[in-house]
């Protein structure tokens, strides 16, 4: 690496400057910006124990998400973000819901089963109650299952709803839902916060009434959700707070500074730089990891120029750098990728595809193969996705050594899911962990799904990722989990370099905290299981 003084900053003087806390998220991309080449490798920071105590009952909480726009909403067909997600989850249940070893329990649903992976017969929970006052009941499972297959909805997993043939009432405490194919991963798909229960017919989301831990009391888009204990929740003893409040905050900063002061308890989305300030706080405030299949991915549009060229994508894979992007963007808060959205701990990965290390000279191939030696490529980026600016900056400098001149353009962070995410001919997107392989391959890689990133189709693997869904046997399964992968990995226009770990920040008054793999703040689910100490 370069300072801007033209020296040299070797390995001994970086992990000094970083550990001394001198080397500031700013300077760092200063130095990119001036076209520095990255070799030095950054240590980084131990896991914190989280002290817990006994659970205490009340307090008024205040939590900060880092998405924030006129678009949030209540409704859990529209809900695309983790603010969205947290939101609806103070408000709501599912039928089941994803323990920290992201295995399916019973929620609203005290049992979920199946022979064939076809018909499936789900039992609910009794004397559950709305909060207004009306039982949950078989009729309400179904209005909120089905409404997803409407087209008019517009909902964010209509694609996956197309797996339901049929679902209906039994009688008032049992559904029977017929898929169209077997799927033996029906009880995690019902988990997802799309398909949190709501009473039958709602038209209005705006009041948040449903079944969960908390009951709405203010709802104001962009701004705050104020939710009071739901006294009548069905889980016994939860939640301990009386009150949470829940703000968006998209300046990071103000996020961190709402922490250290102790205007905020607790806040989503820290940045590793930051991570280092709140660590430094003397005890005052913590951060918790969680190692998650969340990514920071460059999505490169397959339906239109230049992604349309499979080789200008082929170059674009050997321009990656991922191992910096994990030791400097994330300051070793991360795990490099191979591209696919498989994280390596994951029991289906596949090992045998390597990560493509940085080659300019394939790169540089690559490109001669697509006549683009010398083409002029804009790249859309912005605050709040991890590591993307720092990624696509030094992949700038990257290649101008391969012959390609990448501008990498800095957009607002309010209104890019709506104006930029999978718009751009080339930009970057960030993914929340799913559930199961199937999921996350169903929502974003399948031909026809909505939120296929990258408008990639392959229609051999649609077939595989249709037919996996009902193999039982282990060993058959993870070859054709192999083999999607493999797909994914030689012909897809979605780049992933590096899963990132889930940072939240915390006051060390919150306890009750835990490490969730299936999202941040504890799946979204956090509000449900902390408590403040006295």
Known sequence: MKKDNGQSLSHVQLNSLLQKGS?????????????????SGIIG?????????????????????SNSSATDTLDPAKANNSADYTRQFMFYNALTEIDDQLVAKPALASSVHSDDGISWQIT??????????????ADDVVWSLARHKDPAVASNVFALAQQFKTISAVNPQQ???????ANFDLPLMLALPSFLIVPANTTDFSKGIGTGPFVCQTFVPGMHTIGTRNPDYWKPGLPHLDQLELLGVSD???????????????????????????NASGGQCKILESKSGMYTDLIIRTDTAPGSNPDFVMAMKYLQPREMMVKTALQGYGTVAN???VPPWHPLYNADLKPRPVDTDKAR????????????????TAPTLDGAIEGGLMMQNIAQQAGLNLNVRRVPYEGYWSAHWMKDPVGYGSINPRPTLDLSFSQFYLSGSANNESKWKNPQFDQLVVAARGVQDPVKRKQMYDDMQTLIYDHCGTLIPMFVSSLDG????????????????MGYRFHENVWLSA
């Open 252 to 278: 990071q900063a103000a996020r961190v500074n709402g922490l250290m002061s102790g205007d905020l308890h607790i806040c989503s989305a820290i940045s590793p730089g930051y991570a280092r300030q709140l």
């Open 506 to 521: 915390y006051s060390s008054k919150v306890q009750g905290l835990k490490a969730w793999p299936a999202g941040m703040m």
């Open 45 to 65: 920071f131990p896991e914190l124990a989280i002290a817990e105590s006994a659970p205490l009952k009340g307090g008024k909480m205040r939590a900060a998400m």
């Open 365 to 380: 191939f690559y490109l001669k193969k697509a006549g683009m030696e010398g083409a002029r490529v804009e790249v859309i």
């Open 124 to 137: 609910l929970r009794p004397g559950v109650s709305f909060h207004h006052g009306k039982s949950l009941t």
């Open 175 to 181: 559904v029977s839902i017929v898929l169209e194919g």
């Open 339 to 341: 591209d696919t959205p």
């Open 23 to 39: 080397l500031s998220r700013r300077s760092l991309l200063k130095m990119l910006s001036a076209g520095a080449v990255l070799s």
